[in-house]
């Protein structure tokens, strides 16, 4: 040891400034005594000293002035030397340190955040020569690392030396650099390591393991904290099994002797060892993140949250955390290939990794689910603020393979209690998450907060809507459709209705949404087709039109549910109806979804005899293509193409509709007229049908029309 001190001492450059440039120094303890020692120590050398003799006066210095290094006490009155040097990183993060303590092994608990930039600790009563050579170091190193290393010339690798034995280090950086065609940085210490790994990290770090601030597996261990993602090669002089497998244990990728190295060794070690270090690397972040998007997986929020959790007590701070999932994902998907359903997840993550703060964490738990997690928030209300930019956040559309597509997403946003578990915080937010889905999409809910009156609203709603169902407690509205060129009934639209046992009537934009979300919608199915068939029986007895068809609509769910064509065959037996009294509606997207399944679906209603009209055309994510392969006898074109009939781009688009489905066979039905302007526009063009507020709003009951089977207006 002696014998390296003396020989370290005398390979110490003392670089030669002119004054002005000379290197400030911060020296901080309460003793003035030490700082005046201190003081003392570097008159007439390159380090320009200022003292404070107490924490608070530094972080002022360290505010008015930049300083390069600063020297530290450990144990002071008001504030202790580690979070002294937090606080100062968070001024000057560049800063280098030096810790001198009286008690030094008991001091020597570092702290993960600061210890990257202590670059040594000295114990007290220094030793002159020691503490200025240290100083001189953590000066050059400051420099240093504010050079980035591109600065060199570029080499097949990049490579760390830690040595502190001049001669050995020289030995293997010209074997490094005329052998292996590497690029090599040395370190002396363990600490001045720490300290260039944090602006650099090299391909592979060759590490000795006696160095003058660590020993054996412990150099390992610092090296390896300090430099997760390079790879580890120690070298050591005495050939000891034991150590190395040790060093192999702690994460090194090979053990080499210093005294059998060679360059074709050399050059082997590192093409191995970086090779393995990115597969362990590769299999790390497998087990931390989410391959698709980069962002954490469930384990890493697992531990995040944790952490957060213990923090969170500590600062006496909030957490937040928010559910976020896509709305109709599965429709783009199923719509535009999983690439592009890829596509939109990954610019997803990043727009929702760019709505929060370095520390938070953005995770994905699955298909299109995400959960974010919120840390040091002084107030609850600050989660709801993110919450409501993540939605803001999807405002812009997403380009997907020159399609431009608009997502939105539903958020529940809660502030968990911090005994909370995870798996209780990821449910009761998914909770939120689904009211927030009820309430129409696209919005922020946050539980227990301003909107907790309507989340309980929410649930006896959901409560109400079950026992709805159980007892049929719905009824139909019927709304007549017209051929636009005589004028004369061609069928209706059955609409469901429903009223809270209050007496408030719910908009089948929110109670339909709801049966879906629950799953129940299937269950009204037989019901509803059973009581439509009834109605046109009705209406036909009554008037002799036995022309006149019933639409009826048709959810999703319910025409995944197999035994559908079998339950339409038996509802029109059973109400003595032919097939092609009964019209289906179904959403374009359900066409989408372009499987055996749908095409085996619709041939069975067709082969039945049964018309299928395809609802809200030219909303969805639609290909004209598919109109072609499915057997559908009807078009109705969307109430939004029909209210900008008068403007160019509108009247376009219902144009085209009309064009389109006269050339494949279809009937096309206008929904949605309200004015005689846009009746005629729709006569001009031979559409077909129209249903709209100009005839009728949907009425509770046909018998009303029966006198007025035909209707003349305009
Ligand atoms: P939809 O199938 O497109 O039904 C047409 C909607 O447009 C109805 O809304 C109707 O009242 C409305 N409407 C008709 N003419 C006009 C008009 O001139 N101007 C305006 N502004 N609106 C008009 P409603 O009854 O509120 O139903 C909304 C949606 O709920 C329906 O859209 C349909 O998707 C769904 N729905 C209704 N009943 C059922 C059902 O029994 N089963 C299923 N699966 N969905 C249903
Ligand atoms: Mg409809
Ligand atoms: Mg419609």
Redesign the pocket.
């Known amino acids: 040891m002696t014998q390296e001190r003396s020989r370290r001492r005398s390979d110490v450059r003392v670089p030669v400034q002119p004054s002005a440039t000379r290197s400030p120094v911060l020296f901080v303890d309460d003793e003035p005594t030490v700082c005046r020692a201190f003081e003392r120590l570097f008159r007439g050398t390159n380090a320009s000293v200022t003292t404070a003799e107490s924490p608070a006066q530094a972080l002022d210095l360290a505010r008015a002035r930049q300083f390069k290094v600063v020297v530290t006490d450990l144990r002071m009155p008001g504030m202790d030397g580690l979070t002294l040097i937090e606080r100062l990183r968070g001024i000057q993060p560049q800063l280098v340190f030096i810790i001198v303590t009286g008690m030094p092994d008991l001091d020597l608990r570092r702290s993960a955040s600061t210890d990257a930039s202590i670059l040594s600790t000295v114990a007290k009563p220094w030793d002159a020569d020691d503490l200025r050579e240290m100083v001189e170091r953590a000066v050059e190193l400051y420099d240093r690392r504010l050079h980035p290393v591109s600065s060199m010339p570029p080499g097949r690798f990049s490579v760390l030396v830690v040595e502190d034995d001049p001669d050995d280090a020289a030995h293997v950086k010209r074997l490094l650099e005329r052998r292996c065609d590497a690029m090599v940085e040395v370190a002396g210490r363990v600490g001045e390591a720490e300290v260039l790994l944090t602006t650099r990290q090299p391909d592979v770090i060759i590490s000795d393991l006696s160095l003058p601030d660590a020993r054996g597996v412990d150099a390992v261990r610092r090296i390896r904290r300090a430099a997760s993602e390079s790879a580890v090669i120690v070298m050591s002089g005495i050939d000891d099994e034991a150590l190395a497998r040790q060093s192999l244990r702690l994460g090194a990728q090979d053990f080499l002797l210093k005294g059998s190295l060679d360059g074709a060794q050399l050059e082997r070690a590192l093409v191995r060892a970086r090779e393995r270090e990115a597969y362990v690397n590769r299999l790390v972040s497998l087990a931390h993140f989410d391959p698709l998007t980069g962002l954490a997986n469930r384990r890493t929020l697992q531990d995040r949250y944790n952490v957060a959790r213990v923090l969170a007590r500590q600062q006496g701070t909030q957490l937040g955390f928010l559910s976020v999932d896509l709305d109709r994902f599965k429709t783009i998907n199923d719509t535009l290939g999983h690439e592009a359903g890829d596509k939109l997840l990954q610019e997803v993550a990043r727009r929702l990794r760019a709505c929060v703060r370095e520390h938070d964490t953005v995770a994905r738990l699955g298909g299109d689910e995400f959960a974010v997690l919120l840390t040091e928030l002084d107030e609850a209300e600050s989660a709801t603020v993110v919450a409501q930019r993540l939605v803001d956040s999807m405002r812009s559309p997403v380009e997907l393979d020159g399609a431009s597509v608009l997502v939105t997403m539903s958020v529940g946003s809660i502030v968990p209690e911090l005994d909370a578990t995870l798996d209780d915080v990821l449910r009761t937010a998914d909770k939120t998450m689904y009211q927030a889905k009820r309430s129409g999409r696209n919005q922020v809910v946050h539980a227990g907060g301003a909107r907790s009156r309507e989340s309980t609203d929410r649930l006896s709603l959901e409560s109400e809507i079950s026992e709805a169902v159980r007892e049929r407690r719905f009824t139909?509205?019927y709304?007549p459709q017209y051929a636009i060129a005589d004028h004369t009934l061609v069928g209706f639209?059955?609409?469901?209705?429903w009223t809270r046992q209050d007496g408030t009537p719910v908009?089948?934009?929110v109670f339909?949404p709801l049966l879906e979300e629950l799953r129940l919608?299937s269950d009204?199915g037989p019901w509803?087709l059973e009581e439509a068939c009834a109605e046109l029986v009705r209406f036909r007895g009554l008037t002799g039109r036995s022309d006149v068809r019933m639409a009826?609509?048709?959810?999703g769910q319910?025409f995944e549910r197999p035994g559908l064509v079998e339950a339409v065959g038996e509802a029109l037996d059973f109400a003595g109806l032919e097939p092609a009294a009964l019209e289906l509606?179904i959403?374009e997207n359900l066409l989408m979804r372009d499987t055996n399944r749908t095409r085996g679906m619709l041939d069975g209603l067709a082969d039945l005899g049964v018309r299928v009209a395809i609802?809200?055309f030219g909303t969805g994510y639609s290909s004209l293509a598919y109109l072609q392969r499915f057997r559908v006898s009807t078009l109705?074109i969307?109430?939004c193409f029909i209210q900008r009939l008068n403007e160019d781009k509108g009247s376009c688009i219902a144009e085209a509709i009309i064009g389109l489905g006269q050339r494949l066979g279809m009937e096309i039905v206008a929904?949605?007229?309200?004015t005689c302007e846009q009746l005629e526009r729709l006569a001009r063009e031979r559409c077909d049908i129209a249903?709209?507020?100009?005839f009728s709003?949907?009425l509770p009951s046909t018998e009303p029309f029966h006198q007025v089977a035909s209707l003349a207006v305009g």
Do not use: C, W, Y
């Open positions: 139909l509205a709304q639209e059955a609409l469901m209705r908009s089948p934009g339909i919608i009204l509803l009826v609509n048709l959810s319910q509606e959403t609802d809200d109705k969307d109430r929904e949605g007229v309200e249903q709209g507020f100009l709003r949907p």
